[in-house]
């Protein structure tokens, strides 16, 4: 049924002048935002699921309950960067997203995180089981060999060797 799909997605985003700190760099607090959104657009491009249609149809939907973030070389005001996203662990009531973000020409680490959502009842606020065609989704989709329960810090290191500093391409 989902065969097909595609396990990593990729899309690119523009640092914005708003999101940046005095230093032309793209505020901490701000990645997540850059994270979540690149998967909601994701989501949607690939997949063709949105979120906010499967919340209003079902009363259901994800919220985050943990997220880890490590950054490694500033993304800076105006950069084009690669943000790529993929499920890495799946419960009957949970999932967990890694985003990377990448420089341009996909050599440089910008920023990994690890992002954890727990699927609730959106009426009673209680966690609540996925059903039968999302866990289908998620088994087609899902990278298994990434996930530990403690990890993140292993994972980080895993990519600034995969992407360690190479000369910047002109």
């Not at 960067?81 to 890694?98: D, G, K, S, Y």
């Amino acid at each position: 049924m989902f065969t097909s799909l595609e396990k990593q997605l990729e899309s690119t985003a523009q640092i914005r002048f708003q999101d940046c700190d005095p230093f032309r760099h793209l505020n901490n607090a701000r990645y997540t935002d850059y994270f979540m959104n690149a998967r909601f657009d994701q989501l949607m491009q690939f997949y063709n699921f949105n979120l906010f249609e499967v919340a209003e149809k079902t009363n259901h939907g994800w919220v985050v309950t943990k997220s880890h973030i490590a950054f490694l070389s500033p993304a800076t005001m105006l950069e084009q960067v690669i943000i790529r996203t993929q499920l890495i662990e799946m419960t009957e009531n949970r999932i967990t997203v890694e985003g990377v973000m990448l420089n341009k020409d996909a050599r440089r680490l910008k920023a990994v995180t690890w992002i954890e959502f727990t699927f609730v009842n959106l009426l009673t606020g209680r966690t609540a089981s996925h059903t039968d065609d999302l866990m289908n989704l998620f088994r087609a989709v899902v990278v298994d060999d990434i996930f530990a329960r403690d990890g993140f810090n292993e994972r980080v290191d895993q990519l600034k060797v995969q992407f360690r500093r190479q000369p910047e391409v002109a």
